[in-house]
């Protein structure tokens, strides 16, 4: 069964600093895979996806996430954090075959000062 | 740009009681989905609505929720006798077509039951 894994429940950083949230997937083919993130009392707004091709793909707010088959990854990364990216942010695997979304349990990022 | 809406954006009710939380999804889609967050868990999906009838549900969604498109517009669930287990926020979303396209959030409506 396909399922999705956030192992880190909350991470700080400092603004201005580098993030890297990890999401690693199970699944036997090739997953669909995007990134949500939900500001306080928000909905889920998408970030970025991958379905196929190019396995590092850009997202908005100046986000990005690589795929890595090997590793069964799906990791979202952006190179300098600001204020406003703190938020939960989510992982989700959709697969063929199957109409909905399979989420992960979320990574709360706070950003400091 | 088109947005997928909820109303309401919350709603208290007893235990006991029905409920209705409807979604407007964006226009031109053809699937549409209910998905709920228990307070500190992962989102969970709740089901999935194609050409008027259920295409896929969760164990989740038992003989105590219902779903419809009342009209062109509208997409609800319907709680019938809620439990204080049900309280949550509720997530509408819809997309294009059956392909593994993006689907779009709604805002969510938290609901309470006390």
């Known amino acids: 069964a396909q399922s999705v894994t956030q192992p880190d429940i909350h991470i700080t950083v400092s603004e201005g600093a580098s993030l890297e949230l990890r999401c690693n997937y199970s699944y036997g083919a090739t997953p669909y895979l995007f990134w949500y993130v939900q500001s306080p009392g928000q909905g889920l707004q998408l970030l970025l996806k991958y379905f196929s091709g190019d396995t590092l793909v850009q997202g908005i707010k100046g986000f990005e996430a690589e795929f890595k088959r090997s590793q069964s990854s799906f990791n979202l990364r952006k190179p300098s954090v600001h204020w406003s990216d703190a938020a939960e942010y989510f992982c989700?695997?959709?697969?063929?075959?199957?109409?909905?979304?399979?989420f992960g349990t979320g990574t709360r990022l706070t950003v400091i000062p | 740009e088109p947005e997928v809406t909820q109303t309401p954006s919350h709603q208290v009710t007893q235990m006991g009681q029905e409920v209705i939380l409807r979604c407007v999804p964006i226009?031109?889609?053809?699937?549409f989905y209910w998905y709920r967050q228990i307070l500190g868990q992962k989102v969970e999906f709740l089901v999935s609505?194609?050409?008027?009838?259920?295409?896929?549900k969760s164990e989740i969604f038992d003989d105590q929720f219902s779903v419809e498109r009342p009209d062109g517009s509208n997409f609800t669930l319907k709680i019938r006798s809620t439990k204080l287990e049900d309280s949550a926020m509720y997530f509408c979303a819809s997309k294009v077509t059956a392909s593994q396209e993006t689907q779009y959030f709604g805002p969510g409506t938290r609901l309470l039951v006390l």
């Open positions: 609505f194609y050409n008027n009838e259920i295409s896929e």
């Open positions: 226009s031109n889609h053809l699937y």
């Open positions: 989700a695997v959709g697969t063929t075959g199957a109409n909905n979304l399979f």
